[in-house]
């Protein structure tokens, strides 16, 4: 394993119960992510849960009692992995210093969960570990759910084949929030990292198809470009997800602009 500073780095783990575990090979190993795993702060173990079937064909869902469309995981089966995930200290970080000792908490990917957003990423990346299950087929065993999972987590109003795709955003979308992985002004002025959607980007040409750049960024005036850019979030975020300013951390001079540009804050009814 690659040596860390551990006074501004930490490593973050991902266990991940998966049928597929080959369809994570290719995303897990580019850019930031690949880039993580090669300097120690990011770890992902791989569990098959089709390896603690007990059958001799290895089956891990069943019919549904009551009958209706598609199959089910089956609990015993779903169980086992994940006892056998949690049990042992993984032999790739029980030398670290950072390794967990409590019991990690268990995300089940799934349709019916919390949808994910940043601040729960940012919840996520603040654990040392964390244990992610992909469901398929037409769900998983009740009984599990209830027993097992700590939260569920979906990533949108949609249907996937399966939770592996969830699982990736997860871990991309937490992974860049712990120290070191990128650099902390990056992350803070991303969309959403405020709860705001995020500002313009330009680059050369200057000039490019008729279409100039805004005089501001290229003034030198850093107080004038900051004030841009924060009118420039304000009036995407308006625009395209007024519903985040709601929760937005706002100024007295945010408010102001949003008001000129023809924000109403939506205000509760008081409750009687």
């Known amino acids: 394993m690659p040596c860390r500073n551990t006074l501004t780095e930490r490593l973050i783990q991902f266990d991940i119960l998966t049928l597929f575990p080959g369809m994570f090979t290719g995303p897990l190993s580019q850019s930031i992510l690949?880039?993580?795993?090669?300097?120690?702060?990011?770890?992902?173990?791989?569990?098959?849960?089709?390896?603690?079937?007990?059958?001799?064909?290895?089956?891990?869902?069943?019919?549904?009692?009551?009958?209706?469309?598609?199959?089910?995981?089956?609990?015993?089966?779903?169980?086992?992995?994940?006892?056998?995930?949690?049990?042992?200290?993984?032999?790739?970080?029980?030398?670290?210093?950072?390794?967990?000792?409590?019991?990690?908490?268990?995300?089940?990917?799934?349709?019916?969960?919390?949808?994910?957003?940043q601040r729960i990423a940012q919840e996520l990346a603040a654990l040392p570990r964390l244990v992610l299950v992909c469901g398929h087929y037409e769900g998983v065993d009740e009984r599990v759910r209830q027993c097992c999972f700590d939260r569920e987590l979906s990533i949108g109003d949609y249907v996937l084949t399966g939770g592996e795709l969830a699982a990736m955003v997860v871990v991309d979308a937490v992974t860049r929030l712990v120290p070191a992985v990128l650099a902390a002004e990056s992350t803070a002025e991303e969309s959403h990292g405020d709860g705001l959607l995020e500002y313009p980007h330009y680059t050369r040409p200057a000039t490019w198809h008729g279409e100039t750049v805004p005089a501001v960024l290229v003034s030198g005036h850093h107080a004038n470009v900051a004030r841009w850019r924060r009118e420039q979030q304000l009036r995407r975020t308006l625009e395209r997800r007024p519903d985040l300013l709601q929760d937005a951390r706002l100024t007295d001079r945010d408010r102001a602009f949003l008001h000129s540009i023809g924000w109403e804050p939506v205000h509760e009814t008081p409750r009687t």
Do not use: C, N
């Not at 603690?52 to 086992?80: E, Q």
């Not at 056998?84 to 799934?110: G, M, Y």
């Open 34 to 117: 690949g880039r993580a795993q090669a300097a120690g702060l990011l770890h992902v173990a791989l569990h098959d849960i089709r390896a603690f079937a007990t059958d001799r064909h290895k089956s891990v869902d069943d019919y549904p009692f009551g009958g209706g469309a598609g199959m089910v995981m089956r609990a015993d089966v779903l169980h086992a992995a994940l006892a056998a995930v949690l049990a042992p200290a993984p032999a790739e970080v029980a030398e670290d210093t950072d390794a967990v000792s409590e019991r990690p908490p268990v995300i089940f990917l799934s349709p019916d969960g919390e949808v994910f957003s």
